[in-house]
T-cell receptor, first 115, second 117 residues
Framework: AQTVTQSQPEMSVQEAETVTLSCTYDTSESDYYLFWYKQPPSRQMILVIR??????QNATENRFSVNFQKAAKSFSLKISDSQLGDAAMYFC????????????FGQGTRLTINP | DTGVSQNPRHKITKRGQNVTFRCDPI?????LYWYRQTLGQGPEFLTYFQNEAQLEKSRLLSDRFSAERPKGSFSTLEIQRTEQGDSAMYLC???????????????FGPGTRLLVL
C-alpha cells in the first residue's frame, strides 16, 4: 500500500521569507501524481500545486514550487515571499494513475506566518 | 457559487442515532469521493462513485456506513447507529473524468463536522 509521510508537524516562517515543507512517499508504482493541498482554519481544502511523476520538470505556480526527486521518493513544497494568507495546514497527497482514484494523504504540516 | 457544497456543515448527535450527509458536486463532474478526516490527521479515503456506480469502498467503511449517488449527481452518506469514534470531518470531493487514465484534480467541499455524544 502507498504511504505518505510529512515529518514536520509544524513550521513557522517570517512574512516575506521562504519556507520549505517536506514530504516523502512510498509506492511500487511508476506512474502517479503528487499534490500539495492547503486547508486554512475552518475552510475547505484547496489545491496548491500538482506534479506528474513522468515529468522531470518541477511544477511551479506563482510563489509555490516543488522539488520532486523521484528516485528518493521526495516531494517538497517551497513557498517564496510568504504571506499571512499562506497560514494553513498543508497536506501532501499521492494518487496512482491506474486503479482506484483515491488520494492518499500525509499527516499534514501546520504553517504559521509571523508578521 | 459552482464549487462542491455539503450539508449540513455541522451535526451533533447522540450515540446510536442515524445521520445523513449530502454532497453536491461541481455540476459537470462525474466522479465523487468521500473522505473522513479526524482531528490533526490527513483525510482518509472512504468511497468513490463514477456517475451512479460505487466503484471502490475502503475497509474504513463498515457496514454501518452506506453511500449512494442515485442519479449520478448529488450523493448521500448515511451512518447508522453512530458511535463516538465516528466523530470526524466528512469531506466530499469531485472531479471530471473523460475516460482513459488522465487524472483530473479532485476539488473538495467544506466538509460536514460530526460530533457524536
Amino acid at each position: 500500500a502507498q504511504t505518505v509521510t510529512q515529518s514536520q508537524p509544524e513550521m513557522s516562517v517570517q512574512e516575506a521569507e521562504t519556507v520549505t515543507l517536506s514530504c516523502t512517499y512510498d509506492t511500487s508504482e511508476s506512474d502517479y501524481y503528487l499534490f500539495w493541498y492547503k486547508q486554512p482554519p475552518s475552510r475547505q481544502m484547496i489545491l496548491v500545486i500538482r506534479q506528474e511523476a513522468y515529468k522531470q520538470q518541477n511544477a511551479t505556480e506563482n510563489r509555490f514550487s516543488v522539488n520532486f526527486q523521484k528516485a528518493a521518493k521526495s516531494f517538497s513544497l517551497k513557498i517564496s515571499d510568504s504571506q499571512l494568507g499562506d497560514a494553513a495546514m498543508y497536506f501532501c497527497a499521492y494518487l496512482a494513475r491506474w486503479g482506484a482514484q483515491k488520494l492518499v494523504f500525509g499527516q499534514g504540516t501546520r504553517l504559521t506566518i509571523n508578521p | 457559487d459552482t464549487g462542491v457544497s455539503q450539508n449540513p456543515r455541522h451535526k451533533i448527535t447522540k450515540r446510536g442515532q442515524n445521520v445523513t450527509f449530502r454532497c453536491d458536486p461541481i455540476s459537470e463532474h462525474n466522479r465523487l469521493y468521500w473522505y473522513r478526516q479526524t482531528l490533526g490527521q490527513g483525510p482518509e479515503f472512504l468511497t468513490y462513485f463514477q456517475n451512479e456506480a460505487q466503484l471502490e469502498k475502503s475497509r474504513l467503511l463498515s457496514d454501518r456506513f452506506s453511500a449512494e449517488r442515485p442519479k449520478g449527481s448529488f450523493s448521500t452518506l448515511e451512518i447508522q447507529r453512530t458511535e463516538q469514534g465516528d466523530s470526524a470531518m466528512y469531506l466530499c470531493a469531485s472531479s471530471h473524468s473523460g475516460g482513459g487514465a488522465f487524472v483530473e484534480t479532485q476539488y473538495f467541499g467544506p466538509g460536514t463536522r460530526l460530533l457524536v455524544l
